[in-house]
């Protein structure tokens, strides 16, 4: 998994988004469709610029480096205006889960960086929007600065909110 979303997922997403501009420019630059359907030229080579502004950001988004880039703009704005900030301005607008999900990537952002504070109170804030593997990462962190009560308080919410392997279970043996 890459910030959220599997490997596969994301070549799934950058092969249509980078390969749809390729194909509509190769049919406006030979006139497939201006002979197949009839479409005129200036459609044809419209379609393929659009295809260009819609799919390549895409494209781009796809790749580790574009994964990222959207993690490091929060991180920036994190560090610079805080967290209440960044859920105000720049996830107000999006789902819970998704919100959760882009908070769970600012905190694995922290922990990278060595903040695990912060790490601490941004997985906390994405576990309260119900982002199961953010309650896994929290717990985590805790389990780290020795809280383990509340470590162990958080593992099980986490299954309890649907997520697929209890780590308590794998810990003991079990």
């Known amino acids: 998994m890459t910030y959220g979303w599997s490997r596969r997922s994301l070549a799934?997403?950058?092969v249509v988004s980078a390969g749809a501009p390729v194909v509509l420019v190769l049919d406006a630059a030979t006139g497939w469709s201006r002979s197949a359907i009839g479409t005129p030229a200036w459609a044809s080579w419209?379609?393929?610029?659009?295809?260009?502004?819609?799919?390549?950001?895409?494209a781009w988004a796809a790749t580790p480096?574009?994964?990222?880039?959207?993690?490091?703009?929060?991180?920036?704005?994190?560090r610079r205006e805080g967290l209440e900030a960044i859920e105000?301005?720049?996830?107000?607008?999006?789902?819970?889960?998704?919100?959760?999900?882009?908070?769970?990537?600012?905190?694995?952002a922290l922990e990278r960086a060595g903040d695990w504070d912060g790490?601490?109170?941004v997985h906390r804030r994405a576990a309260h929007?119900?982002?199961?593997?953010?309650?896994?990462?929290?717990?985590?962190?805790?389990s780290l600065q020795g809280e383990e009560p509340e470590a162990r308080n958080w593992y099980r919410r986490a299954v309890e909110?649907?997520?697929?392997?209890?780590?308590?279970?794998?810990?003991?043996g079990e």
């Open 12 to 14: 799934i997403l950058f």
């Open 46 to 58: 419209t379609i393929a610029a659009l295809a260009i502004c819609v799919g390549l950001p895409f």
């Open 65 to 78: 480096f574009g994964t990222r880039g959207a993690t490091n703009l929060l991180l920036n704005a994190y």
């Open 88 to 108: 105000r301005q720049h996830l107000s607008g999006v789902s819970s889960r998704r919100a959760g999900l882009q908070l769970c990537n600012l905190g694995l």
């Open 119 to 121: 790490a601490q109170a």
């Open 129 to 142: 929007h119900g982002y199961p593997p953010a309650m896994v990462r929290l717990a985590y962190v805790l």
């Open 161 to 172: 909110a649907g997520y697929p392997l209890d780590p308590l279970e794998e810990a003991d």
